[in-house]
């Protein structure tokens, strides 16, 4: 199963749960995973300002990115640059 | 991957110097089209104030006048709306309010309402004669201002008073990290709103057909952000704007937000006439995206080894009106050169009465790293180790884990840090009395985006490139020594062009340090199928099955043609080659960057020289070395001046007292020395030939650097940039 990461700020909705086990072929099916275990958790994770890392990488196919179940999963601010 | 390479690697000449040497460059301002006329912005003379009324009517009647625009003129639109520019998203509402205020004023500069005349004179005439009734409200300068109980609010419609947006990242156990250290310093260090400071202002020319079409000609750093930003705000399809993008005399990110391109085309809509819009200076200082200023406070505690046990940091940002501060990057930047077990981070994004803060060369990092490189030169000196051989004893490598939560896959944070410390500059005495050194590391993200390119192969054997990426650093050439080293022909053989927004593929901006690596990607693609194709056309000419390729020769079946004699065969074998490609690319390598610098201070007058500079940077791949010692030294240059003199001065009503470059103070070639580079090769494997971008990490080393330059100079620790010559005499 691969590991999605919670932002700090989101594992109030997790109850402290800093990461978690999911699930999915890809990132929209884990999150589905996790929004049936926390409900209204993916508004949080899905905004327009965070970016998903797949393996330590941003990927910009964002939900539809492929996962493997050893995964990593990350919410991160996103970037472009100057 | 290979590592010997006919082109990349060499210095040709740039495709467009002719051009720019001899002032045949076509930028906006040097636009002129039939029938055109020009128009003028009034911009608020307060910082916070509420809009009662706005008059036209006696500007409208003056003679050469053709048209006036305020908000009102934008089409309704949903408050919630979110503009999605596939590198971020604003809202729609955020987006128009710093365009042409409504409601609200929230900075001095902030555009009210804008003028179409016969002449830019008239214009400005004009917009002199447009009334505002304005009730003047209290206005906050700085996050901790902002961030206090019973600061003047900015917007409403936000949660936490001023405050837009909370970052926290969180790892391993803060506690028990501090427990373990034998030396903990904690420093809290302020940062000035500062400009980009290129040299072309904003210009916009516009020109709404009566069809419906709009054509835009502007100084931008992404035409297709342009494109889609201004279709958002004029909300208009996308298919109806076409941006042409004209030559762009710097930006540094200052040029990917719009502000002039939809006023050009309200006005435009109104009169049937192209409308050019000019920014001056002073409206560049005011009313366009600055960095923001910033507090940051940084612990970091180490054991007796050397080796960082916990570290801690606390950054607020000025978003400026409008959410944005740069504080994410700030937040994941502030100690990502080192591999460290337990942090804490918080960044606060808070809106303040100063222009809406956008992009600079990586943007939000140099004012965290000023905190960190600061504090570990500290700690350095407190267990009497070099400050590199600390860092050295810390640095992030493959595999270290971000604060943010991403390991870092290959980066040459070691290789720099040994490259500085093995440099003759580091080895090398200081010259003389109140001298003093300082080192200094910082790291930037680079981004992929999407980006196209087509090849078309001449019947002289020559290339033309077509591409959307705006040349701000010679990517013409960059891109088009790709392309040769593909086809096993001189840089010189590709003729790049960058086009308008209908002639090429989507292309994102020329930001993130991405367009050698993302554009160059997608130029490495066109070429390779440029191959395949000629490959074919070979086999057809000798009637092989297969075809091999090597340094620019077609062989097969004992027979052989070069590139040039075969392209010259192309329209007997089948027509022309032409081939295209998008990328949307993985695989970005970050880039670390490292400064020397020597500084020598006069205890009279506080006034700093600065001696000599060495910048040192992991390029992946140099494509072109010049381009990128070019880069380094430019952004070395700008983050000295950051350091040293530049900063918006503000009055306490909110108004810049400096916005004129004889009174905003950057580096001049007189001011700097020569800043020598050394240039670090640790190929980016998601690259073909292991590119990293290098426009921006080089800006994040130097205000730390020059920091601790200073305290071996003066005795000093500043907690203050710019560290000018009131700040080090403690005026």
């Known amino acids: 199963m691969a590991t999605v990461f919670f932002p700090t700020l989101v594992r109030q909705q997790t109850g402290g749960l800093a990461q978690i086990e999911v699930s999915g072929a890809t990132v929209g099916e884990l999150i589905i995973g996790i929004e049936a275990r926390f409900p209204g958790i993916s508004k949080h994770l899905l905004r327009p300002n965070l970016a998903i890392s797949v393996d330590d990488e941003v990927t910009p196919l964002g939900v539809l990115e492929p996962v493997r179940p050893d995964s990593e999963v990350h919410f991160i601010a996103a970037i472009s640059g100057g | 991957m290979s590592t010997t390479y006919n082109v990349i690697g060499t210095r040709p000449i740039r495709h467009d110097g002719a051009d720019k040497v001899t002032g045949r460059a076509l930028y906006g301002a040097d636009l002129q089209l039939a029938r055109m006329i020009h128009g003028a912005i009034l911009r608020s003379p307060h910082a916070h104030a509420r809009i009662l009324r706005i008059d036209t009517s006696k500007a409208e009647a003056l003679p050469g006048v053709f048209a006036v625009v305020t908000a009102a003129d934008f089409p309704p639109a949903p408050a919630d709306k979110i503009v999605d520019f596939g590198e971020g998203d604003t809202l729609l509402s955020s987006l128009r309010g710093n365009i042409l205020a409504s409601g609200k004023v929230l900075y001095s500069g902030h555009a009210v309402a804008a003028v179409a005349a016969v002449n830019a004179h008239v214009a400005a005439e004009a917009a002199a004669l447009i009334e505002v009734d304005y009730e003047p409200l209290p206005c906050v300068l700085t996050a901790p201002e902002a961030m206090a109980p019973g600061a003047p609010i900015l917007h409403d419609d936000l949660p936490n008073g001023n405050v837009a947006e909370l970052i926290r990242y969180e790892m391993g156990d803060l506690a028990a990290g501090f427990a373990e250290a034998t030396v903990i310093v904690e420093r809290e260090l302020d940062t000035a709103t500062v400009h980009q400071g290129y040299i072309e202002p904003q210009n916009a020319t516009a020109f709404w057909s009566s069809d419906g079409r709009i054509h835009i000609w502007c100084s931008t750093q992404g035409s297709f952000v342009a494109r889609d930003a201004s279709a958002a705000v004029l909300d208009v399809p996308v298919s109806q704007v076409k941006v042409t993008p004209m030559e762009i005399g710097g930006g540094f990110g200052g040029k990917i937000n719009v502000y002039l391109e939809p006023v050009a085309a309200l006005l435009s809509k109104k009169v049937g006439r192209p409308v050019k819009l000019v920014m001056s200076r002073r409206d560049v200082?005011?009313?366009?995206?600055?960095?923001?200023?910033?507090?940051?406070?940084?612990?970091?505690?180490?054991?007796?080894?050397?080796?960082?046990?916990?570290?801690?940091?606390?950054?607020?940002?000025?978003?400026?009106?409008?959410?944005?501060?740069?504080?994410?990057?700030?937040?994941?930047?502030?100690?990502?050169?080192?591999?460290?077990?337990?942090?804490?981070?918080?960044?606060?994004?808070?809106?303040?009465?100063?222009?809406?803060?956008?992009?600079?060369?990586?943007?939000?990092?140099?004012?965290?790293?000023?905190?960190?490189?600061?504090?570990?030169?500290?700690?350095?000196?407190?267990?009497?180790?070099?400050?590199?051989?600390?860092?050295?004893?810390?640095?992030?490598?493959?595999?270290?884990?971000?604060?943010?939560?991403?390991?870092?896959?290959?980066?040459?944070?070691?290789?720099?840090?040994?490259?500085?410390?093995?440099?003759?500059?580091?080895?090398?005495?200081?010259?003389?009395?109140?001298?003093?050194?300082?080192?200094?590391?910082?790291?930037?993200?680079?981004?992929?985006?999407?980006?196209?390119?087509?090849?078309?192969?001449?019947?002289?054997?020559?290339?033309?490139?077509?591409?959307?990426?705006?040349?701000?650093?010679?990517?013409?050439?960059?891109?088009?020594?790709?392309?040769?080293?593909?086809?096993?022909?001189?840089?010189?053989?590709?003729?790049?062009?960058?086009?308008?927004?209908?002639?090429?593929?989507?292309?994102?901006?020329?930001?993130?340090?991405?367009?050698?690596?993302?554009?160059?990607?997608?130029?490495?693609?066109?070429?390779?199928?440029?191959?395949?194709?000629?490959?074919?056309?070979?086999?057809?000419?000798?009637?092989?099955?297969?075809?091999?390729?090597?340094?620019?020769?077609?062989?097969?079946?004992?027979?052989?043609?070069?590139?040039?004699?075969?392209?010259?065969?192309?329209?007997?074998?089948?027509?022309?080659?032409?081939?295209?490609?998008?990328?949307?690319?993985?695989?970005?390598?970050g880039s670390i960057a490292g400064l020397i610098i020597d500084v020598q201070v006069d205890p009279e007058t506080g006034k700093t020289d600065v001696l000599r500079a060495t910048s040192v940077q992991d390029a992946g791949k140099a494509i072109h070395p010049a381009y990128v010692e070019g880069q380094m030294q430019g952004g070395t240059a700008q983050g000295i001046g950051w350091a040293l003199n530049e900063e918006y001065f503000m009055d306490a009503a909110g108004d810049m007292r400096n916005g004129s470059y004889l009174d905003y103070r950057m580096p001049t070639a007189l001011d700097l020395p020569m800043i020598e580079t050394i240039i670090v090769e640790v190929p980016n494997p998601g690259h073909p030939f292991g590119v990293r971008g290098v426009g921006e990490a080089n800006i994040v080393p130097p205000l730390a650097a020059v920091a601790n330059a200073l305290y071996r100079a003066t005795g000093k620790r500043l907690n203050r940039v710019p560290m000018n010559p009131a700040t080090i005499l403690g005026l």
């Open chain 2, 285 to 589: 200082f005011t009313g366009t995206g600055p960095t923001p200023g910033s507090r940051v406070r940084v612990k970091i505690g180490v054991n007796d080894a050397g080796k960082i046990t916990a570290a801690q940091a606390w950054l607020a940002y000025e978003a400026g009106a409008y959410p944005g501060a740069m504080v994410g990057p700030g937040a994941m930047t502030v100690f990502a050169c080192y591999e460290i077990e337990n942090v804490l981070i918080e960044g606060f994004d808070v809106v303040v009465n100063k222009p809406s803060t956008s992009a600079y060369r990586a943007p939000g990092a140099p004012n965290s790293a000023l905190a960190t490189e600061t504090v570990l030169d500290e700690i350095a000196e407190k267990l009497g180790l070099d400050p590199l051989d600390l860092r050295l004893r810390n640095a992030a490598k493959e595999g270290t884990r971000r604060a943010d939560g991403p390991r870092y896959k290959r980066i040459g944070c070691i290789e720099v840090l040994e490259a500085m410390k093995a440099s003759p500059h580091y080895n090398a005495p200081l010259p003389g009395p109140n001298c003093g050194r300082g080192v200094a590391i910082g790291f930037w993200f680079n981004a992929g985006l999407p980006s196209s390119a087509t090849l078309s192969v001449n019947a002289d054997g020559t290339v033309n490139l077509i591409e959307g990426s705006t040349d701000i650093g010679g990517s013409r050439t960059s891109l088009s020594m790709q392309a040769a080293e593909v086809l096993g022909l001189r840089a010189e053989d590709i003729h790049p062009t960058i086009v308008d927004t209908d002639s090429v593929g989507y292309t994102g901006v020329t930001g993130g340090s991405r367009t050698t690596f993302s554009t160059g990607l997608a130029v490495h693609d066109a070429a390779q199928m440029v191959v395949e194709q000629m490959k074919a056309r070979a086999a057809r000419l000798w009637a092989v099955d297969e075809v091999a390729f090597s340094n620019g020769t077609f062989s097969g079946n004992g027979q052989s043609l070069t590139f040039a004699e075969l392209a010259a065969q192309l329209g007997a074998t089948g027509g022309p080659v032409s081939c295209s490609a998008t990328v949307n690319p993985k695989g970005v390598g």
